[in-house]
């Protein structure tokens, strides 16, 4: 079993920057991809950046292409989180951001194991 639980989100002005974390618990998260995933209002719930459970290297994380040299994800297993940096951020980067936990990093959205409460991002213009 894990355990996630996000935060960081807020409210914040076109151009700006949010750092999201996701705090995990439970012996096994160092076993698991890691995921976050956005919901905005009237839309399906869309992947936005998974990371290996190594974390390792670069080559080892896969970004949507909306966000890809905006959005960094990264984790520490040994402190059982993983963060997201996002820059740049723009009105339509608003959502519900979500952490999910998975065993392969090119899992489908339906093949997460573990969710987390989500965390609400709101982009101003």
């Known amino acids: 079993q894990v355990q996630l639980v996000e935060s960081g989100g807020g409210l914040v002005q076109a151009g700006g920057s949010l750092r999201l974390s996701c705090a995990a618990s439970?012996?096994?998260?160092?076993?698991?991809?890691m995921g976050w995933f956005r919901q905005a209002p009237g839309k399906e719930r869309e992947f936005v950046a998974a990371i290996h459970w190594s974390g390792g290297s670069t080559n080892d994380a896969e970004y949507a292409e909306s966000v890809k040299g905006r959005f960094t994800i990264s984790r520490d297993n040994a402190k059982r989180t993983v963060w997201m940096q996002m820059n740049s951020l723009k009105p339509e980067d608003t959502a519900v951001y979500y952490c999910?936990?998975?065993?392969?990093?090119?899992?489908?959205?339906?093949?997460?194991?573990?969710w987390g409460q989500g965390t609400q991002v709101t982009v101003s213009s």
């Open positions: 999910a936990a998975s065993g392969s990093l090119y899992a489908r959205i339906d093949e997460y194991d573990y």
């Open positions: 439970g012996r096994t998260f160092s076993t698991y991809a």
